[in-house]
T-cell receptor
């Protein structure tokens, strides 16, 4: 069964540093998403991406966040200057028409 | 209006029993209602989903009941097994766009 692959599985970073979280969506999917889940809490929408541009973003997705699809396969989330409260699981998802598939996530720990 | 309210927060059921998780929504524009199952350290995995033009959908031991007039839907897990122990999220979306998740129900099936 096709998978959404995320790397790294765990990232520890110093506060103020930049991090890039990487995702390889399912190859024929057209819609791409980032969600985050603070430990023990619900999964929150960050951003959706379609046709090489952001189609929607939440209020969480402020100027320190950016997304890119640098080539035909990768989809990245960049956090420019990490804060302690950015510590969370970050999930990438992709879909064709509905039927989201989520990756296993990257656990980001900001120290 | 974008919220999906989920209850209970946690649930303990005997093996073989029926697990019931309830959700409610306000936005009548929602047209897709998935349930996700999440195991520790993994991303949410689509379990079963329903559209508002049907009142019930069954897949194996999992059934969604949908009440459009009450704006409520529920997940029933029949013959609950220890392997069903996980966190369950109800969710809603509009035209397969971003998914709004409930806060989750931590289900524990006693052996």
């Amino acid at each position: 069964e096709p998978e959404v692959t995320q790397t790294p599985s765990h990232q520890v970073t110093q506060m103020g540093q930049e991090v890039i979280l990487r995702c390889v969506p399912i190859s024929n999917h057209l819609y791409f998403y980032w969600y985050r889940q603070i430990l023990g809490q619900k999964v929150e929408f960050l951003v959706s991406f379609y046709n090489n541009e952001i189609s929607e973003k939440s209020e969480i997705f402020d100027d320190q966040f950016s997304v890119e699809r640098p080539d035909g396969s990768n989809f990245t989330l960049k956090i420019r200057s990490t804060k302690l409260e950015d510590s969370a699981m970050y999930f990438c998802a992709s879909s064709l028409i509905g039927g989201y598939t989520f990756g296993s996530g990257t656990r980001l720990t900001v120290v | 209006q974008q919220q999906v309210k989920q209850s209970p927060q946690s649930l303990i059921v005997q093996k073989g029993g029926i697990s019931i998780i309830n959700c409610a929504y306000e936005n009548t524009a929602f047209d897709y209602f998935p349930w996700y199952q999440q195991f520790p350290g993994k991303g949410p995995a689509l379990l079963i989903a329903i559209r508002p033009d049907v009142s019930e959908k069954k897949e194996g031991r999992f059934t969604i009941s949908f009440n459009k007039s009450a704006k409520q839907f529920s997940l029933h897990i029949m013959d609950s097994q220890p392997g069903d122990s996980a966190t369950y999220f109800c969710a809603a979306s509009i035209r397969y766009d971003k998914i709004i998740f409930g806060k989750g129900t931590r289900l524990h099936i006693l052996p």
